[in-house]
């Protein structure tokens, strides 16, 4: 089955049927497992260096952070970031239906989340695991007023957003609205996205330009993100791995 709405660089594999699942057993097998799908340690060490010490000062203050995860899928890397799993704990959560159907690690914040993603039944998923408190469906590239209205709430009033492996699906203009939003915010805010390499590089530097005009930086780090595909070792002769750069930003003050 394909998902119509998403848009993928075409030297990219292509992943759209596991995104809409039941249940993320096979986004387990068929991404975490067959192509060892490491990225989460690495979204995992970032957040614990750059973003974890002054959450955990925030929220030791009695207020819930909101978290968002955009375009977040089934939640591995809030379970990540959030929850403290790494790479293995995830795959052992994920291991069969029964196991994935609660979340095996507690969130190590205080923290209300909210799943965004345009996969209905990975939201339903990530509802029903505890992995998200509040879900929002939408395709992000064309949402109708009233989600996108909810979207921009929900960004405004984030504490953390995190987008990974999934800004790469969006065009110039939704990243830029959606960061406009994420920006309004009042209080101190944290993002943390990555980009993919080789794939779809001009578009990874605008959305990069897009973020740098709203935000500080806050640093980042190079790192594996997973095997390539046999499709993509035939359009990128050589390389084994995909790997990621991974950002963190923060509102302006
Ligand atoms: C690779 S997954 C990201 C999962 C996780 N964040 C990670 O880093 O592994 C990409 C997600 O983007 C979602 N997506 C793709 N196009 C989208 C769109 N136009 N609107 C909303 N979500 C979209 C897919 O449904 C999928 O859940």
Redesign the pocket.
Known sequence: MS?S???TDEKKQH??DI?VAENPVPFKERILDALT?V??NF?RQSFDRLILPWAEAKAAKGTPLNFV?L???FG??TMATLNGMDYEAIRDNWKDAASARTVAQPRRLNAHVTG????HS?LAYGQSAGIYDEVIQ????QPDADTRARIEASLRAANIM?????LV??EPQAVASLMDAFAEGGDEGYLLV?FLNPFALEAADATKRTLLERFEFVGSMASRHRMMSPIERENYPGEEWVLLEIWVLRRRR
């Open positions: 998902n709405g998403v848009k992943f759209d995104y799908y990225s989460d979204n995860d375009a977040g899928c591995n890397t965004i993603d345009i996969s990975a939408a395709d992000l590239n995190i987008s990974t492996a999934a699906y969006l990555n």
